[in-house]
């Protein structure tokens, strides 16, 4: 456990967060701030995962001053705010929170780039360049198919031909790029 929580605590330091110590690592997974699946065991070395175990910290330590039994609601007020100034372990534990979420919507980043660089994104732009595409290729394709029945059917009127390729159209009227904004997404 001594080398992950060296290294977890050079991580905190790094990034300014409070608990940039050995002892406090150890501390904050005895006391349950940080615990699986932020900090586990393979085979006889120990891991700590370190975006994850800074989210469970920076929760767990707001979580634990609010929910603590021992400290009444006045001495949290206090604590919060003397003469306007949050107390040094309030603004230490919001900052952490705050760069907790900082972390996790960076990895977001991180992995919608990574998507976007192997080609599983795509932008919304294309898409609906795209589907209009595909409605345009199946309008022309309908209109072909309307003159394949004329041909095929030569005692077919004009105006039964009118007829078809008005229910062709209301057809692809009806399935208009505006469904394009109705796809799941």
Known sequence: MSLAALAYARHRQERGLPGGSH??????????RISAPAVRREGVQWLI???L???????????RVRNDPSVSHAQVEKQTAING??????????????DAQ???ADLKMARIELEQLQGKLVYLS????AYNAVLNTMLTRAYAA???????????TLED??????????????????????LPE
């Open 23 to 32: 002892q406090a690592v150890l501390k904050a997974i005895a006391d349950g």
């Open 49 to 51: 995962e370190p975006d």
């Open 53 to 63: 175990a800074d989210r469970q910290w920076a929760e767990r330590t707001i979580q």
């Open 85 to 98: 100034i949050p107390a040094l372990n309030v603004s230490k534990s919001v900052k952490a929170a705050i």
């Open 102 to 104: 900082r972390a996790e």
């Open 126 to 129: 294309d898409m609906r360049q």
């Open 146 to 156: 309307a003159k394949q029945v004329k041909l095929q059917i030569p005692h077919i």
């Open 161 to 182: 031909m009118q007829t078809i390729e008005k229910i062709v159209l209301d057809v692809f009227e009806q399935t208009s790029s505006d469904d394009f904004d109705d």
